[in-house]
Structures are given as C-alpha cells and as structure tokens.
Nanobody
Framework: QVQLVESGGGLVQAGGSLRLSCAAS????????MGWFRQAPGKEREFVAV????????LYADSVKGRFTISRDNAKNTVYLQMNSLKPEDTAIYYC?????????????????WGQGTQVTVSS
C-alpha cells in the first residue's frame, strides 16, 4: 500500500503560478513512476504529467507542455508540479498517482494508488 497526500492548491489569477506537492508514504521502496492527473467539473480525469523513478524521463500532456514542470525528490518520497502561466482552463482537482509500469504512461488504469486531490482554481 502507498498513501499519497497532495498539497499546494489554491486560487490564483490567470498568468500566475502554483507549486503542487505530493508526499508518499507506506510501500515507498518500490520504484514507482509518479504522475499528476486533473479532473474538472463534468469532465473525465485527464493526464497531466509523469516522471520516472530515476527522474530521467518525463511525459507531459500537450495542453501543459512548456508551462508545467514535474520533478521528484526520492529522499523525501515527494513529487512536485510547478505550474506557470496558469489559465482558467487549468481549473480542476489535481490528483497525484503512482504506477509500477516501467514505460511512462498517461492512462489512469495503469496507476495503482491515488491521492485525495487538491483544488486549483484559476480566475480570469
């Protein structure tokens, strides 16, 4: 079992920045990839970004490329999502998740553990 707790969400104006954190506990010895997803009201959960255990590989959704940066600190069992140039359409609940799949994947069904989410609201 892995427990994930997100933090760092909030209300920000368009063009602003936020940094999300996700702390993992429990079975953290497994070399999981760690990812971020988001879900806006009335929409399906969508992939945002994922980073490999070694930090050597990352994958981003086209909608956030060049604006968001994912990173992780394995010593702290924490993954981060730096979000810059935020837009109103980035408004959503952001979820952290971990995947044991070696190849980085954007598919939610390949992620085994999920956090409770943190709300990000971008005002225009």
């Amino acid at each position: 079992q892995v427990q994930l707790v997100e933090s760092g969400g909030g209300l920000v104006q368009a063009g602003g920045s936020l940094r999300l954190s996700c702390a993992a506990s429990g079975r953290t010895s497994v070399r999981y990839a760690m990812g971020w997803f988001r879900q806006a009201p009335g929409k399906e959960r969508e992939f945002v970004a994922v980073i490999s255990w070694s930090c050597g590989s990352t994958l981003y959704a086209d909608s956030v490329k060049g604006r968001f940066t994912i990173s992780r600190d394995n010593a702290k069992n924490t993954v981060y999502l730096q979000m810059n140039s935020l837009k109103p359409e980035d408004t959503a609940i952001y979820y952290c998740a971990v995947s044991p799949v070696v190849e980085l994947t954007p598919f939610p069904y390949q992620y085994h553990y999920w956090g409770q989410g943190t709300q990000v609201t971008v005002s225009s």
